[in-house]
């Protein structure tokens, strides 16, 4: 069965590192989203791509944070410097297209960030 | 950031109960996804909606679009063990980039 992969699983780092995270989508999915994560919380959307276009990033902190879907696939998150608030599940998801229909996202298992 | 309201926030059932949520907004949403996450893991889809009024089963799980798109309901039937975890609701914005707002969470704890 397709799924989303993301890696690493767990990662710890110290405050001002630079750290990222990598996401292969579901094969065929034009439209990837990175989602943040804060324990009890529901997913909050950082970025959204079209292919290798980003549609939606007004939520990424765009001072520390960076996204990137060079050849439309496979993307990477980049923190840098790392905040002691940055400490929170990412997540990556993946769907068709975007718009109506054919558009049900599919999460992969996270990151799992810990900033000292 | 905007996240929909669910109710209700916690529950704790005892098996073969059946069991119900359900999540609200104040903007119209033309599609809802239900989902189930497990500590450390990512939300797994359940149950897609497409149609106000909608509804829609898979195994024990039903699922309703609201008639005036504004609120979607989950119910399990026959609850078990391994139904425990957290419950999200999506609701997907009618225009722009068409993103999807998550609700604040159903956490489910089912007594053997």
């Known amino acids: 069965e397709a799924e989303v992969a993301q890696s690493p699983r767990y990662k710890i780092t110290e405050k001002s590192q630079a750290v990222a995270f990598w996401c292969d989508p579901i094969s065929g999915h034009a439209t990837l989203y990175w989602y943040r994560q804060i324990l009890g919380q529901g997913p909050e959307l950082l970025v959204q791509f079209q292919d290798e276009s980003v549609v939606d990033d007004s939520q990424l902190p765009k001072d520390r944070f960076s996204a990137e879907r060079l050849k439309g696939v496979d993307s990477t998150l980049k923190i840098q410097p790392a905040e002691l608030g940055d400490s929170a599940m990412y997540l990556c998801?993946?769907?068709?297209?975007?718009?109506?229909?054919?558009?049900?996202?599919?999460f992969g298992p996270g990151t799992r960030l810990t900033v000292l | 950031g905007q996240q929909l309201n669910q109710s209700p926030q916690s529950m704790f059932i005892q098996e073969g109960e059946d069991v119900s949520m359900n999540c609200t907004s104040s903007s119209i949403f033309n599609t809802w996804l239900w989902y189930k996450q497990d500590p450390g893991e990512g939300p797994v889809l359940l149950i897609a909606?497409?149609?106000?009024?909608e509804l829609t089963s898979n195994g024990r799980l039903t699922a309703q679009f609201g008639i005036t798109r504004k609120d979607s309901f989950l119910n399990i039937s026959a609850s078990i063990p391994s139904d425990v975890g957290i419950y999200f609701c999506a609701g997907q914005e009618i225009s722009g980039t068409y993103k999807y707002i998550f609700g604040t969470g159903t956490r489910l704890k089912v007594l053997a």
């Open positions: 909606l497409y149609k106000a009024g």
């Open positions: 998801a993946s769907s068709l297209e975007t718009g109506e229909g054919n558009n049900e996202q599919f």
